[in-house]
Each structure stands twice: as structure tokens, then as C-alpha cells.
T-cell receptor
Framework: TQLLEQSPQFLSIQEGENLTVYCNSSSVFSSLQWYRQEPGEGPVLLVTVVTGGEVKKLKRLTFQFGDARKDSSLHITAAQPGDTGLYLCAGALIQGAQKLVFGQGTRLTINP | SAVISQKPSRDICQRGTSLTIQCQVDSQVTMMFWYRQQPGQSLTLIATANQGSEATYESGFVIDKFPISRPNLTFSTLTVSNMSPEDSSIYLC?????????????FGPGTRLLVL
């Protein structure tokens, strides 16, 4: 059973389109991180959200934490080829010590 | 954040042999973790590396197969023992701080292992 369900797992769209990636759980998280990983590299932290209902923006990327802190979304506006990569959400469980729980990942391809 | 390096960056090994992967961070950190990322997959936590004591392993991972050392607050090693082709993966170390309420982790570049 996957504790953090991430969808879609694969997404291929044209440059300029918008997209949303979702992470959902029945568990409550004290925080949730989004990472992007490019081939041959380790995951790079994009953002951490900690407050229910919180919205953070990073240029064309908008991150939202659900009110109940059980889910999160990543929205990309006007996607560009440079956005291509593996996007990972990871949650810190309330009772989970220091560990993170990772979603399955979304492999995003932006076609020129 | 922290600057994390891993050695080797990649290796090709024969089955039955062992490989030790090193993780070095540029500042003292309280938490160090080792993950495995199989081809096309997400990250799976192998263990938490504890300074001065035995690592804490996740379900499905055992010390005999993945012995871990952490002699100080900036360095850890993971050994993949008696390797088989199923061990072909990316191995990643990450660091965090126990006093960080957000529990953010920062990752090294990974070690790409191919077992023949």
C-alpha cells in the first residue's frame, strides 16, 4: 500500500501548456516537500509546505498544501522544455520521526 | 542547505562482490539517510545512519546486506554486499537536521550501480 499516492505517473505535453501534479494520502503530514530530479542527478528541493491551505509560488510553479494537510498539488503554468524531469513529493508524517514518505513520482516531458 | 558529495558517482561490478559508497557533507548534520532508487522508480529508504550506533533499517533491508557506518556528523558509508543484478540501482544519501520542524532533506548526487 502506497502511503502517498502521486498522479499522474507519466505526463507528456507540449510547450506552453499547463499541468497539475497531485499527491494524496489518508495520513496527515507535518510538512510536505516537492523535489525535481534530472537524469544523472539527485533530487533537488523545490519547496516545503507546512501550513494547511498554504500556497507557495516559484516562478511558474505553484504549490498548494491541502487544508487538512493530507494532500498537495504542483501546478506549472506555460510549461517549458526545461521543466522536464522527475517530480517527487515527500511527506513528513506527524508520528514518523525524521523519515520522509515518497510518492511514486511524476515523469514529466515537455515537448518543444 | 548543505553540499553533499558521494563517491563513486558510478560503478560497474561483478555479482558476488561488494561496493562501499561514501557520503560526505560540508557541515555537521544530525540526520543522514540512505535511499535506493531502482530504474524508473521513486525513492525507497534503506536506513537512517546514526552517529556512533547501529543504523536503523527499514522493513526489507538488513544489516548483513547493507552495512552502514557513520563515524562522525559529516560522513557515512553504505556497503552493498554480495551483489546481484537486482541491486542495480541509484543509491542516494540525504541529510537533515533533527531540530528542523519542516524535516527537509537535501540529497547527494547519487551513485549509479550496475551489477553484471
Amino acid at each position: 500500500t502506497q502511503l502517498l499516492e502521486q498522479s499522474p505517473q507519466f505526463l507528456s505535453i507540449q510547450e506552453g501548456e499547463n499541468l497539475t501534479v497531485y499527491c494524496n494520502s489518508s495520513s496527515v503530514f507535518s510538512s510536505l516537500q516537492w523535489y525535481r530530479q534530472e537524469p544523472g542527478e539527485g533530487p533537488v528541493l523545490l519547496v516545503t509546505v507546512v501550513t494547511g491551505g498554504e500556497v507557495k509560488k516559484l516562478k511558474r510553479l505553484t504549490f498548494q498544501f491541502g487544508d487538512a494537510r493530507k494532500d498537495s498539488s504542483l501546478h506549472i503554468t506555460a510549461a517549458q522544455p526545461g521543466d522536464t524531469g522527475l517530480y517527487l513529493c515527500a511527506g513528513a508524517l506527524i508520528q514518523g520521526a525524521q523519515k520522509l514518505v515518497f510518492g511514486q513520482g511524476t515523469r514529466l516531458t515537455i515537448n518543444p | 542547505s548543505a553540499v553533499i558529495s558521494q563517491k563513486p558517482s558510478r560503478d560497474i561490478c561483478q555479482r558476488g562482490t561488494s561496493l562501499t559508497i561514501q557520503c560526505q557533507v560540508d557541515s555537521q548534520v544530525t540526520m543522514m539517510f540512505w535511499y535506493r532508487q531502482q530504474p524508473g522508480q521513486s525513492l525507497t529508504l534503506i536506513a537512517t545512519a546514526n552517529q556512533g550506533s547501529e543504523a536503523t533499517y527499514e522493513s526489507g533491508f538488513v544489516i548483513d546486506k547493507f552495512p552502514i557506518s557513520r563515524p562522525n556528523l559529516t560522513f557515512s558509508t553504505l556497503t552493498v554486499s554480495n551483489m546481484s543484478p537486482e541491486d542495480s540501482s541509484i543509491y542516494l544519501c540525504s541529510v537533515g537536521r533533527v531540530l528542523d520542524p519542516q524535516r527537509t532533506q537535501y540529497f547527494g548526487p547519487g551513485t549509479r550501480l550496475l551489477v553484471l
